[in-house]
Structures are given as structure tokens and as C-alpha cells.
T-cell receptor
Framework: AQSVTQLDSHVSVSEGTPVLLRCNYSSSYSPSLFWYVQHPNKGLQLLLKYTSAATLVKGINGFEAEFKKSETSFHLTKPSAHMSDAAEYFCVVRPFSGGYNKLIFGAGTRLAVHP | GAGVSQSPSNKVTEKGKDVELRCDPISGHTALYWYRQRLGQGLEFLIYFQGNSAPDKSGLPSDRFSAERTGESVSTLTIQRTQQEDSAVYLC??????????????FGSGTRLTVV
């Protein structure tokens, strides 16, 4: 069975400090992995995706994530947080086999950025 | 349209009533998905439409839930005899094709359903 676990429900950082949002996945095969962001009262927006190419993936707004197969992790990072980064972040897995048309979402991590 | 449009944006209904939620996908997007997001939780897959193929209904939680799509246009999600546990944000997404790469997904802003 495929699943995704976001290890922190809430993360709080100061503006200008690094951001780390943790995600572990479970998949029988090589999955595709994504990070989505959801700002208040706005739709979900794709930040970045991994689909078996480079293991370090760069996304929008300075975010990046590294796929580590040995650790079954896909943590999201950003060197320096900005106030506008405050939002809900979802780690998402698309199983390689079965359920092609379904994305499996983690429970989300709410990021707060303080001045 | 420019994006995926969902209506209403908010719906409060009494327990036992039926509700209908609407999704207008991006023009030309052949694939359409419904997800449910309960408070503090991730998105749960409900149903998937792809062109004229039979929809994947495997995520619908009970027979009170149904969805229709006319061709490659509007979709409606109907919940009959609503229960308090149905309270959630219902999100619709569309994409250019059946590929679930995630890159081509565009989500709507959702309908917040509250059952009282």
C-alpha cells in the first residue's frame, strides 16, 4: 500500500532562517512525488515534482526537495524563509502501479513565519 | 476559463438534506477529479473522470455520494441525506489528460460544506 507521512503538523520559523518540512513515503515501486502549497482561501499550487530524474528537485519560490530512496524521504527545504511562505504544505505521492489517476496526500504541515 | 471554478464557495445545510456541488474545469481538460479535505487532514480521493471512459468511483465513501460529468465539461458532486461527518472542503481538479503526473493538475478553491 502506498502512503505518505508528514512528520510535523506545524512548523514555526523566523523570517530569514531555513525551512525544513519533512515527508516520508511508502511505496512498493518507484513513485512520483510532489509538494503542493495551499495559501489561505486559495487553491492548491504545485511547488515541485520528482519523477525519477534528478534526485534534487528545484521548485518555485526558492524551494527544493531531495529524493532519498534509502530513507524513503522527500523533505522540502528553503534556505531563507519569507513571510509570504506562511501556508499549508502537502507532500503527495503518485504510486507507480495501480491508481494511476490518484494522488495520495499527506495530512499537511502548516508553516508559520515570524518577523 | 482561466482556472477551475467551484460553486458554491460555502454551503451550510441541515443534516438529512441533499446538496449538490459544482465544478467547472479548465476548457479542454479531459480529466477531472474530486477530493475531500476534512479539517486538519490531507486530501482524500473521491472520484475521477477521464473523457468518455467509465469513472473511477473507488474513493466515494458511501452510496450517498455520487458524481456526474457531461462530456468534458461541468461536473456535479451530489451528497444525499447529509451527515455531520460530511462536513469538509470539497476540491475539484482538472488536467489535460489522464496522466496523473500532478504537474498538469489545476485545483479549484473548493466548496466548504458544513452540515449542522
Amino acid at each position: 500500500a502506498q502512503s505518505v507521512t508528514q512528520l510535523d503538523s506545524h512548523v514555526s520559523v523566523s523570517e530569514g532562517t531555513p525551512v525544513l518540512l519533512r515527508c516520508n513515503y511508502s511505496s512498493s515501486y518507484s513513485p512520483s512525488l510532489f509538494w503542493y502549497v495551499q495559501h489561505p482561501n486559495k487553491g492548491l499550487q504545485l511547488l515541485l515534482k520528482y519523477t525519477s530524474a534528478a534526485t534534487l528537485v528545484k521548485g518555485i519560490n526558492g524551494f527544493e526537495a531531495e529524493f532519498k530512496k534509502s530513507e524513503t524521504s522527500f523533505h522540502l527545504t528553503k534556505p531563507s524563509a519569507h513571510m509570504s511562505d506562511a501556508a499549508e504544505y502537502f507532500c503527495v505521492v503518485r504510486p507507480f502501479s495501480g491508481g494511476y489517476n490518484k494522488l495520495i496526500f499527506g495530512a499537511g504541515t502548516r508553516l508559520a513565519v515570524h518577523p | 476559463g482561466a482556472g477551475v471554478s467551484q460553486s458554491p464557495s460555502n454551503k451550510v445545510t441541515e443534516k438529512g438534506k441533499d446538496v449538490e456541488l459544482r465544478c467547472d474545469p479548465i476548457s479542454g481538460h479531459t480529466a477531472l477529479y474530486w477530493y475531500r479535505q476534512r479539517l486538519g487532514q490531507g486530501l482524500e480521493f473521491l472520484i475521477y473522470f477521464q473523457g468518455n471512459s467509465a469513472p473511477d468511483k473507488s474513493g466515494l465513501p458511501s452510496d450517498r455520494f455520487s458524481a456526474e460529468r457531461t462530456g468534458e465539461s461541468v461536473s456535479t458532486l451530489t451528497i444525499q441525506r447529509t451527515q455531520q461527518e460530511d462536513s469538509a472542503v470539497y476540491l475539484c481538479a482538472s488536467s489535460l489528460a489522464g496522466s496523473s503526473e500532478g504537474l498538469g493538475y489545476t485545483f479549484g478553491s473548493g466548496t466548504r460544506l458544513t452540515v449542522v
